[in-house]
């Protein structure tokens, strides 16, 4: 009996021991050097300073691990252009990064503007990022015409990353983000302009095929003209010449037929009996 108790506290006791292992063993959350911690206590309260890289225990309260690379984010926008109307559509891509000693304090203090992923993933100031790109985008891209946006899209794209980080240092918030990178990755002009750009071309294409037919019934018309003021008497005396080729034609046949008569042959020039001019 005495041994059967003490196998049964013994395996009570490892039971309780792999119990507590395991509990410890998910009781922790790895910090990377690609990442920064947030102390999270018990109560929810976030404890400011930051934690590095390592181990911690979240037995009790939690970490919350923010990334130091780079955080990109797509923004969707119809910026109105020069013509005081709407780009069809507008898609850039940010890229931007957290300042790692600040995460900590940006995390207590700007709850509302982080994007939190199903995953869990954190963009610190997500929300606030993708507000301020779309105001930037609005400003900048108003300067130009709707044809030209594409066109010069190196220049928007570090016009629009300045105007980001101008209004994030304006509100203090640079402490705590930096944008490094605008990738514009769709532009597409109002139908509207691409339907008039459209109309312009083929009536330029209208025009000048009208301007190639004016030119080409001018230059028949004074080909016709030179040939005309050109028929002078050697086209009139070739003219005679091929009607005595065909008389000469019809003298040959009678000969040959036996039927050549005598023929008063008249010439050209007569015009009474005993003149020939």
């Known amino acids: 009996m005495r041994n059967s108790n003490t196998f049964f506290m013994g395996s009570f006791l490892l039971m309780v ?5 395991v509990i410890l063993l998910f009781s922790f959350t ?3 050097d690609a990442d920064v911690g947030i102390r999270q206590t018990f109560s929810g309260e976030i404890e400011d300073v930051i934690l590095g890289q390592g181990l911690h225990q979240t037995l009790i309260g ?11 984010l797509n923004v969707d926008s119809q910026p109105i252009v020069i013509e ?8 850039l891509k940010v890229n931007y990064g957290i300042v790692p000693e600040n995460a900590a304090i940006a995390y207590k203090t700007e709850k509302s503007q982080h994007i939190i992923t199903d995953d869990g993933d954190v963009y610190l100031l997500g929300q606030y990022v993708q507000y301020v790109a779309n105001s930037a985008i609005n400003d900048v891209v108003s300067k130009y015409r709707a044809l030209e946006v594409n066109d010069n899209r190196a220049k928007i794209e570090t016009e629009i990353k300045n105007s980001i980080n101008s209004k994030l240092k304006s509100q203090n918030k640079d402490r705590f983000v930096k944008v490094n990178e605008i990738n514009i990755l769709k532009v597409s002009p109002p139908q509207s302009i691409l339907n008039s750009s459209l109309a312009i071309v083929n009536s330029q294409n209208a025009l000048k095929t009208k301007q190639n037919e004016l030119e080409t019934a001018r230059v028949e018309t004074e080909i016709k003209k030179v040939l005309a003021e050109n028929a002078s008497d050697k086209y009139v ?7 005595e080729k065909t008389k000469a034609e019809a003298l040959l046949k009678a000969a040959e037929k036996g039927t050549l008569n005598t023929m008063v042959i ?12």
């Open 17 to 21: 021991v792999i119990a507590v292992f």
């Open 30 to 32: 790895r910090i990377t």
């Open 62 to 72: 939690d970490v919350i691990k923010v990334s130091k690379r780079n955080l990109v």
């Open 84 to 91: 005081k109307i709407p780009m069809q559509d507008f898609q």
């Open 237 to 243: 005396d070739l003219l005679r010449a091929e009607a």
């Open 266 to 277: 008249v010439p050209d020039k007569f015009t009474s009996l005993g003149q020939n001019k």
